[in-house]
């Protein structure tokens, strides 16, 4: 019975290359290492409901225990490096994951990375992860959007999928990747989209970069020939870059508060096309002439901010983010400055140069 059900699936995948994983396969089992960081996924709830919880709290240990069927698809090894709500996240554990994860590719102890994270800032930390890894073995973030303790919890089925889309040699060279509700994200595209919901990771430009399921890797195209090669993770940590988030009747003030506290970027959550009051572009202009790097971007969540439309870039020395969304833009322009790169000039073909 189970036998002709798997025949027919076959069959009406069609076109669709269904793409066995390394368990389904029968083949040695690929070794997962899975770095814990608190989140959602790691939290339990008062009641059995998603409301009155606290994200973290959860180790890693306890998280791999409570999904039937991992150890069949994998074999895994988890650490902690935090147990925080991902609001809490920060450049400590950044640097702390990309160590982790440089060290366990060079020293072959993992075929594949999973790292379980809050949701909130889970497209920064994939984004941060992917600007400064040379790794061409998947690494993959995942969360929930329910705590472990709520009727119909996202998290086991996310983690499951999570591992076998890290354990499938399909996943490869395809930079850092967040598995969530059955979807596979890039890093550059892939963005929050709703505050409550398990269908929140989407990409406001197109779609997801493939799909999972219990049985099946499937991408949607092939990963692509070559990566853009990886920044360094800077010495001193990484500067202060600001956003500054567009409004009606906008002021100076954010601009002139970002400076106080001795930001070396600024980038613009922009209304439309990334523009702003007439106020507001000016302190940005005079900021820019003073050094800092000023970065143009939406709150808008979906389209391009291209050069010199509204406002002139030319004359400002401002630089444009295109599809990056303000969040990754900060953390592009963080990188950037850390790195050394200060010029608007150069900034902008970094901002070009990171498809
Ligand atoms: N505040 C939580 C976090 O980002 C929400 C979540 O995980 O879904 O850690």
Redesign the pocket.
């Known amino acids: 019975m189970q036998t002709m059900a798997l025949a027919a699936l076959t069959l009406s995948a069609g076109s669709y290359a269904v793409i066995a994983t390394a368990a389904d396969a029968g083949t040695a089992k690929p070794r997962i290492l899975v770095l814990a960081t ?4 790691a ?1 339990t709830g008062d009641a059995r409901s998603a409301i009155g919880y606290n ?2 709290g959860v180790t890693g240990e306890q998280l791999m225990a409570s999904v039937p069927g991992l150890d069949k698809l994998a074999n895994i090894k988890a650490e902690q490096i935090s147990n ?6 920060n450049s400590k554990v950044w640097y702390q994951l990309a160590a982790r994860i440089k060290q366990a590719f060079d020293r072959n102890e993992a075929d594949g990375v999973v790292i379980t ?6 497209e920064e930390t994939a984004f941060f992860l992917d600007n400064v890894l040379a790794t061409r073995q998947p690494v993959v973030l995942v ?3 329910r705590p472990s303790t709520a009727v119909s919890a996202d998290g086991p089925g996310n983690l499951y999928e999570a591992v076998e889309v890290a354990a499938s040699a399909q996943s490869g060279n395809r930079g850092v990747l967040i598995v969530m509700n059955d979807t596979i994200h890039g890093p550059r595209w892939v963005t929050k989209t709703h505050t409550t919901s398990v269908q ?1 990771f989407g990409n406001p430009n197109g779609g997801p970069l493939g799909y999972v399921d219990p049985a099946s890797v499937r991408y949607l195209t092939p990963a692509p020939a070559a990566r853009k090669p990886p920044l360094s993770v800077p010495n001193g940590g990484l500067p202060r870059v600001d956003i500054v988030y567009a409004h009606a009747d906008m002021d100076a003030t954010q601009i002139d508060d970002a400076l106080r506290h001795n930001a070396k970027g600024i980038v613009l959550a922009g209304v439309g096309d990334g523009n702003a009051s007439k106020a507001a572009l000016d302190a940005l202009a005079s900021a820019a002439k003073q050094g800092v790097v000023v970065v143009r971007s939406s709150r808008v969540g979906s389209g391009f901010v291209n050069r010199n439309v509204e406002v002139s870039d030319d004359k400002t020395g401002f630089v444009v983010s295109y599809d990056l969304n303000p969040q990754k833009a900060r953390v592009l322009t963080q990188l950037l400055i850390g790195n050394g790169v200060n010029s608007a000039d150069k900034v902008q073909k970094a901002f070009d140069a990171t498809y």
């Open positions: 608190g989140g959602t996924i939290s994200a973290g925080i709500g991902s609001q809490d996240m994270h809050g949701t909130d800032t889970m969360g929930s959007m929140t």
